[in-house]
């Protein structure tokens, strides 16, 4: 259990409200992409077992449990069948927070997270081929500095859905989405 119900991640993801996940990237695509439900009921859930040392478990191991079963609940044998962008909210693990492969089509948040926005914008961007942003600091690249759009460091700290921030992505992330226009 995420901690999180299943009416509430709806809203989260699905709402008109002006901080859901699909009105924020209507509003930094400039209209240019809009997240709609695959289903009537676009939040499932799914068990999995989970015991005392479940929280130990490596990331991967969470995430094939609730795929597999994702494919059971949904009768398909592949996700990419049903929708394009799946997120999972899980227990809170030991050692990360959230993740998403660059390219992908799922993310996954650990407990709360998947109530923050900035986590959100910043987990979907790599969905959609995003890398972390990075800044010079002493001549050397870090990965999370550049703190001017979702995929820099702003994701770090509680930003709730409801009390922001709302960040869009930076001028490069932008060009790469092809939203300049």
């Known amino acids: 259990d995420s901690g999180v119900s299943a009416a509430k991640l709806e809203e989260l993801m699905f709402s ?25 009921s676009p939040v499932i859930e799914v068990d999995i077992y989970l015991d005392t040392l479940s929280t130990l478990l490596h990331r991967n191991t969470m995430f ?70 990075h800044k010079i600091v002493d001549g050397q690249s870090k990965a999370y500095q550049d703190r001017s759009g979702a995929m820099g460091g702003a994701v770090w700290g509680a930003h709730t859905v409801e009390y922001g921030p709302k960040l869009c992505f930076n001028p490069a992330s932008f060009g790469q989405l092809g939203w300049h226009s």
């Open 16 to 40: 008109d409200t002006k901080t859901s996940l699909t009105k924020q990237f209507n509003d930094c695509s400039r209209s240019q992409l809009n997240l709609v439900p695959a289903s009537d």
């Open 64 to 133: 094939n449990r609730v795929t597999d079963n994702a494919k059971i609940v949904l009768g398909v044998d592949n996700l990419s069948d049903f929708a394009d962008l799946y997120i999972y909210a899980v227990p809170k693990m030991n050692g990360w927070i959230a993740y998403a492969y660059v390219g992908g089509f799922q993310s996954v948040y650990g407990g709360p997270w998947v109530t923050y926005l900035t986590t959100l914008m910043h987990e979907v961007g790599h969905n959609f081929g995003l890398y972390h942003s």
